[in-house]
C-alpha cells in the first residue's frame, strides 16, 4: 500500500482538524466570558431593583410625617419609573454604549431625586427618629454599596471579554461570529471634581 498517495489527504484532514479545534476554541471561550458578562449584568439589574423595591417604602414613611414635601416625593416615584422602565429594554448579550449611558442617566436621576429627599428629611426631627425610616435608610445606604460592587464586578467581567475578542487573531473570527466590544460603566460627569461643603 502506497501511503504517499494519501499523504495529501492525511495533512489536509489534520489542517482542517487543528483549524477548527482553534476556531471553536476561541468562540467557546468567548461564549463563556460572554456568559460571565450576562451573569454581572444580572447582579447589576439585581441591585438597581432592591433599590427600587425600598423606594416606595422610604417615600411612604416620608409621606407620613412630611406631606408638604410631595413635588419630592412626585419626582423619587417619577425617577424609579423611568428607571426601571430603562433597565427593562437592555440585553447584556448587545449592550451598547449608548444603552448603558441611558441606564445610567435614568439611575442617576434617581440617585439625585433620592439625594433631595433624603436632604428634605433633616427638617424633620420625628422622622429621622423613626425606627423604620432609620432601617430603610440603612438597607438604602447597604444597597447602594452593593450597587457599585455590581457595577465594579460587571467591568470586570467585560475586560477579559474584549480583551479575548480584540486581540489578534482572535478578532478576525470574532467579526466574523458578530462578537462586539462591550462598554464599561463609567463615572457619571463632573464626578472627577471635588465636591465644595459649605456650612
Not at 55 to 67: D, F, H, Q, S
Request: proline letters at 5%; glycine letters at 4%.
Amino acid at each position: 500500500m502506497d501511503f504517499k498517495k494519501f499523504l495529501p489527504w492525511i495533512i489536509t484532514g489534520v489542517v482542517i482538524i487543528v483549524l477548527y479545534s482553534w476556531a471553536s476554541g476561541i468562540y467557546n471561550k468567548a461564549v463563556t466570558l460572554e456568559q460571565d458578562v450576562k451573569e454581572s449584568w444580572g447582579n447589576v439589574q439585581t441591585s438597581y431593583q432592591r433599590r427600587s423595591d425600598l423606594i416606595p417604602n422610604l417615600v411612604n414613611t416620608v409621606k407620613g410625617y412630611a406631606e408638604h414635601e410631595k413635588s419630592t416625593l412626585t419626582a423619587v416615584m417619577e425617577a424609579r419609573a423611568a428607571a426601571t422602565k430603562s433597565s427593562i429594554n437592555i440585553d447584556p448579550k448587545n449592550i451598547t454604549p449608548d444603552q448603558l449611558a441611558k441606564f445610567n442617566q435614568a439611575q442617576a436621576g434617581v440617585s439625585s431625586s433620592l439625594s433631595r429627599l433624603l436632604v428634605s428629611v433633616e427638617q424633620y426631627p420625628n422622622l429621622k427618629a423613626d425606627e423604620s425610616f432609620k432601617k430603610l435608610q440603612d438597607e438604602l445606604s447597604s444597597t447602594e454599596n452593593q450597587i457599585l460592587t455590581a457595577r465594579t464586578r460587571f467591568n470586570e467581567a467585560v475586560k477579559p471579554y474584549n480583551n479575548n475578542i480584540n486581540t489578534f487573531p482572535r478578532n478576525i473570527l470574532a467579526g466574523m461570529y458578530g462578537l462586539k466590544e462591550k462598554p464599561y460603566f463609567e463615572a457619571a460627569a463632573g464626578s472627577d471634581k471635588t465636591p465644595q461643603v459649605k456650612f
